[in-house]
T-cell receptor
């Protein structure tokens, strides 16, 4: 049981390039989330999904797109990277939004946009 | 939307002493308050959580208290150890909905040997 895994761990992009971050969970969780973490700002939600085939915007969705084609995977895309998207990105998953709310986090992806 | 304030931003304690981190939230509808510990280079890990129907919860050396009237909750760590050194985040949300966790800005706890 690997929990939540993220690929890649590190990435450097040039302004305008695109990339996709992959999140995978093997806990059969319905809900999945993408956060970004910036110094002194805690974690902010980018997008989330309440089930396969569904996505919704979080607090800071601009410049990002997501897809949830399979229950276990949640992809975060940057179509045209900007230096402001330099951050550490975390994926999380939870069983349900009901009584069990615990979100389990992956190890993160450190992205630098030059 | 929800807003969570966390204090202090840094905290240093001597090994064996207690540490207290405080958070306030703005949305009186929030009813689920988790605390996460993040070690260097790793993702946040849940250490304890509390729901609005209880005022206090304890798990060994860690406890969380909630004051719904004042809209604040606190993390208490007793008998601190060097391995408690990490960044701690509080969060708040409305349980039972698709609403996201709103995190505080974090507290860097350093336990001095």
């Amino acid at each position: 049981n690997a929990g939540v895994t993220q690929t890649p761990k590190f990435r450097v992009l040039k302004t305008g390039q695109s990339m996709t971050l992959l999140c995978a969970q093997d806990m059969n969780h319905e809900y999945m989330y993408w956060y970004r973490q910036d110094p002194g700002m805690g974690l902010r939600l980018i997008h989330y999904s309440v089930g396969e085939g569904t996505t919704a915007k979080g607090e800071v969705p601009d410049g990002y797109n997501v897809s949830r084609l399979k229950k276990q995977n949640f992809l975060l895309g940057l179509e045209s990277a900007a230096p402001s998207q330099t951050s550490v990105y975390f994926c999380a998953s939870s069983l349900t939004s009901g009584y069990t709310d615990t979100q389990y986090f992956g190890p993160g992806t450190r992205l630098t946009v030059l | 939307g929800e807003n969570v304030e966390q204090h202090p931003s840094t905290l240093s304690v001597q090994e064996g002493d207690s540490a207290v981190i405080k958070c306030t939230y703005s949305d009186s509808a929030s009813n689920y308050f988790p605390w996460y510990k993040q070690e260097l280079g790793k993702g946040p890990q849940l250490i304890i959580d509390i729901r609005s129907n209880v005022g206090e919860k304890k798990d060994q050396r860690i406890a969380v208290t909630l004051n719904k009237t004042a809209k604040h909750f606190s993390l208490h760590i007793t008998e601190t150890q060097p391995e408690d050194s990490a960044v701690y985040f509080c969060a708040a949300t409305l349980s039972g909905s698709a609403r996201q966790l709103t995190f505080g800005s974090g507290t860097q706890l350093t336990v001095l040997p």
